[in-house]
Each structure stands twice: as C-alpha cells, then as structure tokens.
C-alpha cells in the first residue's frame, strides 16, 4: 500500500480516473449530440471549463493566471484541442465508444512521428516498428464489412492529426508555461470560437431539458484535463503513459453498458493490437528514459 501514497503511485491512480472520465464523458457525448445541437454542447462545454478554471486558480495565481509569452501558440492550441472535440463529438453520433477510443488512442504515437519531422527528436526503430503494428490493428477495426466502415471514419482520422498536433504542441509550451494557465485559455479559446455560431444553433429548450448531460459532458473533460495535469506533476510521462490506454477497456465497457454495443472478433483483435503497440512504445520510452539516467 505504501506505493499508492507514494507520489509515482497517486499520479498511476489519478490517470487511471483520468481515462474512466473521459471515457464517460465520451458515452455522455455520443447519448447527448443524438438530442442537442453539437455546437451548442462544444461552447457550454468550453465554456465550462474556462470559468471552473478561473473560479479554481484565480485565488492562487491572481494575475498570472494569464500571463503567457506564447499567445499565438497558446490560441493554436486552444483551436487544435476544439477541433479534436469537434470531431469527437461528430464521429461518436455515428461510430461505438470503444471502437472510436482504440482509433484515437493512436494519437500518441502519431504525435511522436510529428514530433520526428518537425522537432526532430530521435525516434528508435522499434518506436517505427510499433507504430506500423499500431496501424494494422486500427486497419482491422476499420477494415471494410467490419461494423464500423464508412464515411464516418473520417472524423477519428482528422481527430488523431489534430489531436497528434496538440501534443507536440502541448511539449513545446511545457517547459514555457504555467499548466493551469494553457487549461484557462483553451477553455477561452474554445469558447470564444463557439460564440458567434450559436447565434444559429442556440436552443434553450434543449438546455432544459437535457442540462444533466451537458454537465456530465463539460465535468469530465474539465476535471478530467485538471486531473491529468495533477498526475502529470506527481510522475513522469513515461511511468503513466501505459496506464492511459485503459481508456480502450472503459470505452468499451461503457459502450456495452449504455449501448449494448460489443466489438465483432476482428475488431477485438484490432483493439487489443493497438493497446500493445501503445503499451509497448511507452514501455520503449522507459527504457529510453532510464538508459539516459546511467
């Protein structure tokens, strides 16, 4: 027990509640944008995030909580991270939570070959290797006659680019900025974006009577980012990035509980494909990690 109140053990348990939130607020999505306008949910849910962001740092940090020496960078974020929510949003109207969470759990690994060309950081081999392995496992979940083929996969494609790009960009401003500081003004951005569009899409009987799913959807991204940092401060990148891809097993336990939706045999093997490769470039990333401690 006495690893679990270690601080490397608090992070492990917070990314694990992390993937459980998200997870929810992703079958949250798919029940709520089948009744609500999805640019109405993406401003309350930005929106959202912004004032509990503010309400929650504002005491502590005063001021600084928006001082940021990379605006442009941190708008780009901000318009990244609304575009991934976007697609999100839209490609759960039409494709199941765990088949979508697999795709887009291909994101980290992407973001490490974006990371090669554009950062050029050194990428091993067998990074390469897993990647490929990664790609065929989303090729059998995608593959044609399977449950989930159709025009629909376009949105967890764009997604994983998107989202890729977020985080190559969300290292870059690491080492730069305050994290609660980029949570506030993603919140901002992603609201401000919105603003003008529900001058068509506003519809506040909609808002009544399905308010608890707009909540449900806005909480578990807003707390689960806020959680997310919180980890990320109590260990390291490559101790929790494994634990992240427990996303996949809740994703598809939450799409069976509220859906009755359950993966085909290919598709299982598919999800499970991309869970090794992801586990195993983290694993790769450890060992990395530790031979540059030596």
């Known amino acids: 027990m006495s690893f679990w109140r270690s601080r490397q053990g608090g992070g492990i348990l ?23 306008p999805v640019l109405m ?13 503010l309400m929650m740092r504002l005491p502590t940090q005063k001021t600084s909580l928006f001082a940021t020496p990379n605006p442009k960078f941190q708008a780009l974020r ?28 291909l ?7 974006m990371a090669a060309i554009t950062l050029k950081h050194h990428v091993a081999h067998l990074r ?3 990647m490929a392995v990664g790609l065929a496992g989303v090729l059998l979940v995608v ?10 996969l376009l949105f967890p494609l764009l997604l994983v680019t998107t989202y890729a790009w977020f985080q190559v960009l969300t290292s870059r401003l690491s080492n730069d900025e305050n994290p609660y500081t980029t949570q506030f003004y993603t919140g901002l951005v ?7 569009l529900l ?74 494909v991309i869970a090794i490769s992801g586990v195993g470039n983290a694993l790769v990333s450890i060992r990395e990690s530790a031979q540059q401690r030596q």
């Open 14 to 36: 917070l990314i694990v509640v992390v993937t459980l939130l998200f997870s929810l607020g992703d079958a949250a999505a798919r029940h709520i944008t089948q009744l609500v």
């Open 41 to 53: 949910l993406l401003w309350f849910r930005y929106a959202f995030q912004t004032i509990v962001t």
């Open 107 to 113: 994101s980290p690994m992407v973001a490490t070959a």
């Open 190 to 196: 992603g609201a401000l974006a919105t603003s003008p």
């Open 199 to 272: 001058l068509w899409t506003w519809d506040t009987q909609a808002l009544l009577n399905h308010w608890p799913w707009f909540l449900a959807v806005s909480v578990a991204a807003t707390f689960g980012h806020l959680l997310l940092i919180s980890a990320f401060n109590r260990a390291s990148a490559v101790v929790l990035s494994p634990y992240l891809y427990t996303q996949i097993a809740f994703a598809t336990l939450a799409g069976w509980v509220f859906f009755r939706h359950m993966p085909d045999g290919l598709a299982w093997v598919g999800i499970v």
């Open 78 to 105: 901000g318009v990244l991270l609304l575009t991934t929510s976007f697609c999100s949003f839209y490609g759960l109207q039409h494709l199941p939570v765990g088949e979508f969470t697999a795709m887009v759990m």
């Open 128 to 130: 390469w290797l897993l």
């Open 143 to 152: 593959r044609p006659g399977g449950q989930v083929f159709g025009w629909a």
